[in-house]
């Protein structure tokens, strides 16, 4: 009888999951070393891991493409990451002209241009209108209930949508064409003092995503309103912000004390050199979903309780910190990283282990971990979030 398992060739540069103690044993069974080679950290975990921390990693690439004429979606919500309760996020391009219709939700909105350029449109409660254009780096933000649509510029577009519900679907929205589909004729009629047939070709059911032709310059497409623009702002050029250096790369925050009307999440661009690392430090406000924009990188969360996972992160995963849990994020490529740490929150805060032992009297730091000199010297009062130290940095 033939064997299942296909006879495999023993090759030197298949990762196997033996540590350099040589504990373990090599894998020549059923496996996906396309995978193995990118995780690393599960197939050989630091001799530090330790107990049940759970699943802290989901790519965009594991998930369901949405497409349509016009356009793609898919996202990362408690379906696919079960401890990601309080953010949902959809990746989402719009080709030249490709319209996200008009619609509304019960969750915030925050969003990060990746590519490309778009138009956003919006209206409050107050009937003050907002239209947009929006570019790489800059972000928007919609208030829960506020009706918007999206549409590609010349380019087309992608960009990052986060929510502030783990249980959010991009799919299941309030869309004006489903409510039309979904309402008696004679009650459009009323509503709009017209006709009947004036909804005689209205689309069957919600549209989400269609192709549009590509709308003429900004000015063009002004509408006067009555009631004025809304009083803040629901865009925010982030990149454009002027960052805060350290060592190691670069850290761009943005909450509701600079971009006002964003209430409910903050948000962190941060940029990570080959050989730098986002320092030890923790989140006195709520769990963070992350997003990684470019490069390489690894996290270890630190549960207490003896425990910690490290998993391994690039272009296109997402992921999550549950509140308090300890944790870097270090640059393990050639590539800078670039990375997203989102927050379920009206302002954004972290907290140092480098700056809380600097600012701890030195005795209690020295008696509770057993360090001298060598160390309580190089502890820094100012805290530096991206770190690089000359002496760990590989050739
Ligand atoms: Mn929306
Ligand atoms: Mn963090």
Redesign the pocket.
């Known amino acids: 009888m033939d064997s299942p398992v296909p006879d495999h060739c023993p090759d030197e540069s298949v990762p196997q999951p033996i540590r350099a103690d040589g504990a373990g044993a090599a894998d020549s069974g059923p496996r996906d070393v396309a995978r193995d080679r990118q995780n690393p950290d599960l197939l050989v975990p630091p001799i530090t891991d330790r107990g049940r921390v759970p699943n802290l990693k989901f790519s965009f690439s594991d998930t369901h493409m949405q497409l349509r004429h016009g356009g793609w979606s898919r996202q990362v919500s408690v379906r696919e990451l079960p401890i990601a309760t309080t953010l949902a996020g959809v990746n989402m391009a719009l080709t030249p002209g490709g319209v996200r219709e008009l ?1 509304w ?1 019960r969750e915030a ?1 925050w969003a990060f241009m990746i590519l490309g350029r778009a138009r956003i449109t919006a209206v409050d409660q107050f009937g003050q209108n907002f239209i947009a254009d929006v570019g790489i780096g800059d972000l928007w933000y ?1 208030p829960p209930g506020i009706p ?1 649509a999206i549409q590609g510029l010349e380019d087309g577009c992608e960009f990052l ?1 986060v929510f502030d519900n783990g249980s959010f679907s991009d799919l299941d ?1 309030f869309s004006i064409t489903d409510w039309f589909a979904h309402t008696p004729r004679d009650v459009l009629a009323e509503n709009f003092g017209v006709p009947e047939s004036a909804f005689e070709k209205i689309p069957p059911e919600e549209r989400y995503i269609f192709q549009a032709e590509v709308p003429g310059p900004l000015r063009t497409q002004r509408v006067a309103d009555p009631y004025g623009t809304v009083p803040q702002s629901f865009t925010h050029r982030l990149l454009a912000q002027e960052p805060i250096i350290s060592p190691g790369g670069t850290v761009r925050i943005v909450d509701s004390t600079n971009f006002p009307v964003s209430t409910r999440i903050a948000a962190a661009l941060v940029e990570v050199e080959p050989g730098g690392m986002r320092e030890m430090h923790w989140h006195p406000n709520n769990d963070e979903w992350q997003y990684y924009l470019s490069g390489e990188a690894r996290m270890t969360a630190f549960a207490a309780e003896g425990t910690a996972r490290t998993f391994d992160y690039r272009a296109g995963d997402v992921g999550y910190v549950p509140f308090g849990f300890g944790h870097y994020i270090q640059n393990t490529g050639p590539q800078t990283v670039w990375f997203l740490e989102m927050f379920a929150s009206n302002r954004y805060a972290d907290v140092s282990l480098n700056q809380w032992m600097a600012l701890t009297p030195r005795e209690m730091i020295q008696e509770t971990l057993h360090v001298g000199p060598e160390l309580l010297n190089a502890l820094r009062k100012e805290k530096w979030q991206v770190v690089k130290s000359e002496a760990i940095t590989p050739p």
Do not use: D, V
Request: no cysteine; proline share 0%; net charge negative.
């Open positions: 619609h939700h909105e919609f918007h949508l929205t």
